[in-house]
């Protein structure tokens, strides 16, 4: 693949065309792989943002009939497919995701998912009678969707859409560091022919984009997705106007190894779940929990799996570990790997080290002996990185599994799914996966505590967008 070609695009989508912004800045978009620049977007101004959400509350229609709704679904869906493999190549060459996840999991489960949107949406019921009551299921009206850098795809799909199939109007605003392939996705939206404002695009900074989406008096409902930080402040402006917000923030998963259960397929899933897309995954398995008893085991068993990735190449289609997305995010992530001695933890694998020179490159790697209340046991880092904590029984397990301010994701694996489901109803997190179950798209996404709030995905994702009204009849 090339690395020569320009991604730059030097205007916004508002009112159904493609405009020049009203300021002249614009956002460098660096390639992790190569860290050179790879294209430019523009850098959005208050402005920007005014007019979009001007034409998004133009086109809004709140009796809109839901063959409209069914209509515009189908025509982004179509249209989005057919730009697959261009975007795909386009979040490799932006954020660093292996080609093979690009053309996977970047792509193919936002297809999925849209594709659930539209038939949650083919067997919705908008309506029912509770005694003398008829209650209805209407439109939110607009919608502010920002989205982050590391699924680009999924994140603007699991917002836009089922605000498409709602009835809604979006204004939409990609991260700093991965907008191209969101504005390839919003080519799609301009190829289906919806009616002007219906979607709109607005990219820049958020201390300026995000932050005027979330107060802005005409938007009724945030969509947000990102660090836990940065979504109590899109909260806090959200809440001044007394607007909806969703959240979907970080997490700490555990991967809950029980007594009993199959290690050796355990660790395996566990290793290849806390490292995929580089470890940039909010639901990622991040804390390894194993029994005391077979600890020792347990880590030869997290080596020999480690083993099998390396980091290298993205466009490779043998690459299971591209670069960290951004140099910050690079540094960041060496951050934790140098600290984490600190608290005691041992290195059992990998470390900082930059592989190879070119390149935002952190080699896989493992931590063992992590204390549950150290930066590693309870922070998020968002890279190759995974920490190893034995626990000496089933209550010792559940207190650490429970003890972070993160609810989002995790696994649990016992010797029977009986067992199983028992300890994950007793973990305080928003998703678990039981004995390998496997991921559905159609099921309901989101946090408990500081992972956030609301639901994405599915029907219960899609009902995030519909306010209800009850009429009392005579």
């Known amino acids: 693949m090339s690395n020569d070609h320009d991604y730059t695009r030097t205007k ?10 009203q300021g002249t800045g614009t956002v460098e978009v660096i390639d992790p792989a190569t860290e050179k620049v790879c294209g430019h977007v523009p850098s959005g101004t208050e402005a920007d943002v005014d007019a979009a959400v001007t034409a998004a509350r133009a086109a809004f229609d709140p009796l809109i009939s839901v063959t409209e709704r069914r209509e515009r679904l ?9 730009r697959l493999p261009d975007i795909a190549e386009t979040i490799t060459r932006e954020m660093g995701a292996p080609i093979r996840i690009a053309q996977g999991v970047q792509t193919q489960v936002p297809l999925a998912v849209a594709r659930g949107f539209a038939e949650a949406l083919a067997t919705f019921e908008f309506e029912e009678r509770i005694g003398n009551s008829l209650v209805v299921r209407e439109p939110y009206g607009v919608v502010a969707a920002i989205t982050p850098w590391n699924y680009p795809l999924y994140q603007v799909v699991a917002k836009v859409l089922p605000a498409i199939a709602a009835g809604c109007t979006v204004v939409l605003k990609p991260s700093n560091e991965a907008p191209l392939s969101v504005f390839e996705f919003v080519d799609a939206i301009a190829d289906a022919g919806l009616p002007p404002g219906v979607v709109n695009l607005v990219s820049g900074p958020g201390r300026i984009i995000g932050e005027r989406m979330s107060s802005h008096p005409d938007v009724d409902f945030v969509s947000f997705t990102g660090s836990t930080a940065v979504g109590s402040r899109v909260g806090e402006l959200a809440g001044k106007s007394i607007k909806k917000v969703a959240l979907e923030l970080g997490g700490k998963s555990a991967n809950v190894i ?3 259960a199959d290690l050796a397929t355990a660790v395996k899933v566990g290793v290849g779940n806390a490292f995929l897309n580089g470890g940039q995954t909010c639901m990622a398995w991040t ?10 085991e347990a880590l030869e068993l997290v080596e020999a799996a480690v083993s099998k990735y390396s ?3 993205p466009w490779d289609p043998g690459t299971r570990l591209g670069p960290s997305a951004s140099e910050a995010q690079y540094q960041s992530v060496l951050g934790f790997i140098e600290r984490a001695p600190q608290d005691g933890a041992r290195l059992l694998t990998g470390g900082g080290h930059k592989l190879p020179d070119v390149g935002y490159y952190i080699a896989p790697t493992v931590f063992a002996d992590v204390h549950p209340d150290s930066e590693l046991g309870q922070e998020e880092v968002f890279g190759p990185v995974l920490a190893v904590i034995p626990f000496r029984d089933t209550d010792e397990a559940l207190s650490i599994a429970n003890g972070t301010p993160y609810g ?3 696994a649990v694996w016992a010797a029977d799914d009986d067992t199983a489901i028992a300890f994950a109803r007793q973990v305080e997190s928003g998703q678990i996966d039981v004995n390998g179950g496997k991921y559905n798209p159609a099921a309901p996404f989101g946090g408990y505590k500081k992972s956030g709030i609301g639901r994405e ?3 219960i994702g899609f009902e995030e967008y519909l306010q209800i009204k009850s009429l009392q009849l005579p």
Do not use: C, H, K, N
């Open 74 to 82: 189908d025509a982004v869906i179509t249209a989005m497919e057919r």
């Open 258 to 260: 029980l007594d009993g």
């Open 311 to 313: 980091v290298g190449d």
């Open 408 to 410: 989002l994701s995790g």
């Open 12 to 21: 916004l989508f508002i009112d159904g065309q493609w405009v020049d912004p």
């Open 287 to 296: 804390r390894m929990l194993v029994p005391l008893s077979r600890y020792s």
């Open 457 to 459: 995905l599915g029907r």
